[in-house]
C-alpha cells in the first residue's frame, strides 16, 4: 500500500446540466500521505465532493487525478485498487461473517473469478487485527452494533489496498475510545485520506490541511489553524465561534454558541 497525490481541478456537479451546481467549481491538491478533512454545515456539499472523488458523481466540469491518471479515465475495477470509500451508509449483508465481507476488499485485485490466496488472507487477517475486529471474524454483520460495523467496513476499505482513502464521518457511532483509537489509525496509514467531519477540534487535531464548504463552495483550504478561524467557522456555521486555551494542555480549542 502506498499514498498516490490527488489533484482536484475545476470540478464541479449538479443533478442535472441545465440545474445551478451543488457543488460550484473547485480545485485543490493534496500531496501524497496528506490528511484532508472536509467540514461545513448540513447541505453544504461534503458528501457531494466525497462522492465524485469514489467516481460515484461524474463531473460537470473539470476532473480528478489519483496521481497522474484522470479517475474517469481508468476502468473501475483499476479506480477500486486506488480508491476506497468507507460511507455512512453501510451494507445490508447481514448474513455475511465479518471476515466475509473485510475479504470482500480483496475483490479488485483479485482476477476473473480467482479464489482468495495466501496473499489475500494475509491482509484480511491483518486488516482485522488493525480494527480490533480479531474476536468477531466469524459473526455475522447483522448481529454487530453500529460501531463494529463501522470499523468492518474501515477493514474492508483497508483490505483493499487503496492509495487514497476516503472516509464520511468515520468516527460517527464510535464511542470515545473507539474514536481515538480511529483518530490514530487515520494519522498512522501510509494513505492519502480524505475525510468528512462535523467535530471541528478533532479535524483540527487530526487533519493536515481543511477544506471549508459553504453552500456548495470552497471558502477555505489550508492548514487548520488558518481555516479554522473564529470568523470563517462563525460565517460558516452561523454560530459566535470562540478559540479559547485550555488551561492544563495548552491546546486551542473552539467553542461554539448561539449569536445573540
Ligand atoms: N442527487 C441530488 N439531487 C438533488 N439535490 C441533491 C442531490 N444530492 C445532494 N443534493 C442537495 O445538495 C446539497 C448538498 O448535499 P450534501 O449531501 O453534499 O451535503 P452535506 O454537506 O454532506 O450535508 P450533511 O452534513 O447534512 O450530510 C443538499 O441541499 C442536498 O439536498
Not at 494513505?191 to 483540527?204: C, E, R, Y
Amino acid at each position: 500500500m502506498s499514498a498516490a497525490s490527488l489533484a482536484v481541478e475545476d470540478v464541479s456537479w449538479a443533478p442535472r446540466r441545465d440545474r445551478t451546481p451543488i457543488l460550484h467549481p473547485t480545485s485543490f491538491a493534496l500531496n501524497a500521505g496528506d490528511v484532508l478533512g472536509i467540514v461545513g454545515a448540513n447541505g453544504a456539499g461534503k458528501s457531494t465532493l466525497l462522492r465524485l472523488l469514489y467516481r460515484y458523481h461524474k463531473p460537470l466540469t473539470g476532473r480528478i487525478r489519483v496521481g497522474v491518471d484522470d479517475i474517469w479515465a481508468l476502468a473501475p475495477r483499476a479506480v477500486a485498487r486506488r480508491i476506497a470509500a468507507v460511507l455512512q451508509e453501510q451494507p445490508t449483508d447481514f448474513a455475511l461473517t465479518v471476515r466475509d465481507i473485510v475479504s470482500l476488499g480483496r475483490t479488485p485485485h483479485r482476477g476473473g473469478w480467482a479464489v482468495s490466496g495466501k496473499r489475500d488472507q494475509t491482509i484480511v487477517e491483518e486488516a482485522l487485527t488493525r480494527l480490533d475486529l480479531g474476536g468477531f471474524a466469524h459473526r455475522q454483520l447483522g448481529t454487530l452494533s453500529g460501531g463494529e460495523r463501522q470499523r468492518v467496513m474501515v477493514a474492508r476499505a483497508l483490505a483493499q489496498e487503496p492509495q487514497v482513502l476516503v472516509l464520511d464521518e468515520p468516527t460517527n457511532h464510535l464511542d470515545i475510545r473507539h474514536q481515538l483509537e480511529m483518530v490514530a489509525l487515520i494519522r498512522s496509514l501510509d494513505l492519502t485520506i480524505v475525510t468528512a467531519l462535523h467535530d471541528l477540534n478533532m479535524a483540527a487535531g487530526v487533519c493536515d490541511k481543511i477544506l471549508l464548504l459553504r453552500h456548495g463552495q470552497m471558502t477555505g483550504f489550508g492548514p487548520p489553524a488558518t481555516v479554522l478561524s473564529e470568523t470563517t467557522v462563525s460565517t460558516a456555521f452561523n454560530v459566535a465561534a470562540r478559540r479559547e486555551r485550555l488551561s492544563l494542555s495548552q491546546d486551542d480549542h473552539l467553542t461554539f454558541h448561539l449569536p445573540h
